[in-house]
């Protein structure tokens, strides 16, 4: 269970750009107004990143998880560097860009 937290949290930092307060407020969200007595609801919108990220999830979970494993391995040998788990990273993009065509 921790593997498969991390491998979202590992596979998700791939995703992220940099964000500014404003983008991390504003970004993603619709306001409604109902016009019969001025409510006003906002509701969160995923944006195609994260619909993107999502169908990732559900498309390659045991790679991601395979990946993360690896990852967490080797960092916890004090292995970690640069290519140690390339050939995981190269099965896991593989299925991602297969994914990620077909949104």
Not at 47 to 59: A, D, E, R, V, Y
């Amino acid at each position: 269970v921790i593997a498969a937290a991390s491998s979202s949290s590992i596979i998700a930092s791939f995703f992220r750009g940099p964000t500014t307060p404003t983008q991390t407020t504003d970004r993603n969200f619709s306001t409604t107004t109902n016009n019969n007595n001025n409510d006003t609801t906002t509701t969160w919108q995923p944006n195609q990143t994260t619909s993107t990220f999502t169908k990732m999830q559900s498309t390659c979970p045991e790679l991601m998880k395979a990946y993360a494993q690896c990852v967490i391995s080797k960092q916890n040998e004090g292995v970690l560097e640069q290519g140690v788990c390339q050939e995981e990273y190269e099965r896991l993009m593989d299925c991602f860009r297969v994914a990620r065509s077909s949104s």
